[in-house]
């Protein structure tokens, strides 16, 4: 069973803060990792994306950091701000799919909130 | 100009009752999807459809049946609705393009059966 495992649950950080949420995923073929950011009552956003074979990826203040060898990838939120209190979502897309459209398995989510 | 609209943006329904949420992409898209949120937030994949054919259907009670009647349209048709089927649906779309994979969700769909 394909699986993208995701933590914390939920995040707490001061306004200024670093958030880091972390995801792991089992021996599957995926070759796409995003991030989904999703407001109450809206749809998850795509915020941030990177393929397997870059290690790091930066937009602003998110990063993401991948290690292909340990089948993890993390997002770093530089200065959080209140803002960005949302929950968060990992993903990846299995590449059996690929020139049909990917499946795309998320993570359990992230409540994260930026205290100011 | 919404890139992925679904409607209704709220169902409220008794049980046994049949429903169907409609939803249509601008993005020229290939690939179409349903997600089903439940109360803890977890996504979950229905079915995805590229150039109107299914092609991924999850283990799904076959009361629910999408219809793509074109590339731009994906609707999901539930029969004799349960209490378990409240959930939030969303509709996603995607390019087929290695160089974007980018999906798109919809505002979702907030399905409660009474």
């Known amino acids: 069973q394909q699986q993208v495992k995701q933590s914390p649950q939920s995040l707490i950080v001061q306004k200024g803060g670093i958030s880091i949420i972390n995801c792991a995923y089992e021996?599957?073929?995926?070759?796409?990792f995003p991030w989904y950011q999703q407001f109450p009552g809206k749809g998850p956003a795509l915020l941030i994306a990177?393929?397997?074979?870059?290690s790091e990826k930066k937009e602003g203040r998110f990063t993401i950091s991948f290690n292909k060898s340990a089948k993890q990838f993390s997002l770093h939120i530089m200065d959080s701000q209140p803002g960005d209190s949302a929950t968060y979502f990992c993903?990846?897309?299995?590449?059996?799919?690929?020139?049909?459209?990917?499946?795309?398995?998320f993570g359990q989510g992230t409540e994260l909130s930026v205290k100011p | 100009d919404t890139a992925v609209s679904q409607t209704p943006k709220y169902l409220v329904t008794q049980m046994g009752n049949d429903k169907s949420i409609k939803c249509e992409q601008n993005?020229?898209?290939?690939?179409m999807y349903w997600y089903k949120q439940d109360s803890k937030k977890f996504l979950k994949i229905m079915f995805s459809?590229?150039?109107?054919?299914?092609?991924i259907n999850e283990t799904v009670p076959n009361r629910f049946s999408p219809k793509s009647p074109d590339k731009a349209h994906l609707n999901l048709h539930i029969n004799s609705l349960e209490l378990g089927d409240s959930a939030v649906y969303f509709c996603?779309?995607?390019?087929?393009?290695?160089?974007?994979?980018?999906?798109?969700f919809g505002s979702g769909t907030r399905l409660t059966v009474v």
């Open positions: 021996n599957t073929a995926f070759d796409y």
């Open positions: 459809y590229n150039n109107k054919e299914l092609i």
């Open positions: 996603a779309s995607s390019s087929d393009r290695r160089s974007n994979y980018g999906y798109t």
């Open positions: 993005l020229g898209h290939d690939t």
């Open positions: 990177i393929r397997p074979d870059v």
């Open positions: 993903a990846a897309r299995g590449a059996a799919f690929y020139n049909q459209g990917g499946k795309l398995i």
